[in-house]
């Protein structure tokens, strides 16, 4: 599976926008770009999804680069529920199975 | 709406006794998924079933781990003979059966073995 390369932790103060970024300069061109966030003592959630076009959910906005090489997670205005885990992940379309979990990057909220 | 959820929250066992952990998915979900979290780290996959049947098992769960998913509903992982390193979280996750579906995950048992 292609890796994707994470910032360890960033920081954003509440209802500022946050702007957090993923490098998978081996994504092949049947990979979609995942994202998961993992708030305190719970399990994951999915936040969004994308091949090559931009993409806006009630949670987020996902912008993709055009060669497809990094991707943005943007959360428009962080509050502090905000603060969680944020998992970068790269699924093959035509294979719906298991996650493969980096590490993610830890992102704080300033009140 | 009920999500995905996992039983026992929390269990505690001295090293070489045997620990069976309950997940149960939403109820329209034909795939389950297991994973494991230690600290610091991201989930790692363990297994996953699709209806009773499990399709994948990862080189991570060794002969002492055994899932099953008698009915295509619920599911269990038993660890045998645990040892301190299978000290982690132990997550649950369930989802549809089509591409790139996602999956809604549990809260988890973590498991500290003493």
């Known amino acids: 599976d292609a890796k994707t390369t994470q910032p360890n932790s960033m920081e954003s103060n509440e209802e500022e926008p946050v702007h957090l970024p993923c490098n998978h300069s081996t994504i092949s061109g049947t990979d979609y770009i995942h994202w998961y966030r993992q708030l305190p003592s719970q399990g994951p959630e999915y936040v969004i999804h994308?091949?090559?076009s931009n993409v806006n959910n009630r949670m987020a906005s996902l912008a993709i680069a055009e060669d497809r090489k990094s991707s943005t997670l943007i959360l428009h205005r962080a509050t502090l529920r905000d603060a969680a885990v944020y998992y970068c992940i790269l699924r093959v379309s035509n294979r719906d199975d298991k996650i493969i979990f980096g590490k993610g990057t830890r992102l704080h909220i300033l009140p | 709406d009920t999500g995905v959820s996992q039983d026992p929250r929390h269990k505690i066992t001295k090293r070489g006794q045997n620990v069976t952990f309950r997940c149960d998915p939403i109820s329209e979900h034909n795939r389950l998924y297991w994973y494991r979290q230690t600290l610091g780290q991201g989930p790692e996959f363990l297994t996953y079933?699709?209806?009773?049947?499990?399709?994948?098992k990862s080189r991570l769960l060794s002969d002492r781990f055994s899932a099953e998913r008698p009915k295509g509903s619920f599911s269990t992982l038993e660890i045998q003979r645990t040892e301190q390193g299978d000290s982690a979280m132990y997550l649950c996750?369930?989802?549809?059966?089509?591409?790139?579906?996602?999956?809604?995950f549990g809260p988890g048992t973590r498991l500290t073995v003493t």
């Open positions: 079933f699709q209806n009773e049947a499990q399709l994948e």
């Open positions: 994308g091949l090559t």
């Open positions: 996750a369930s989802s549809l059966v089509g591409d790139y579906r996602e999956q809604y």
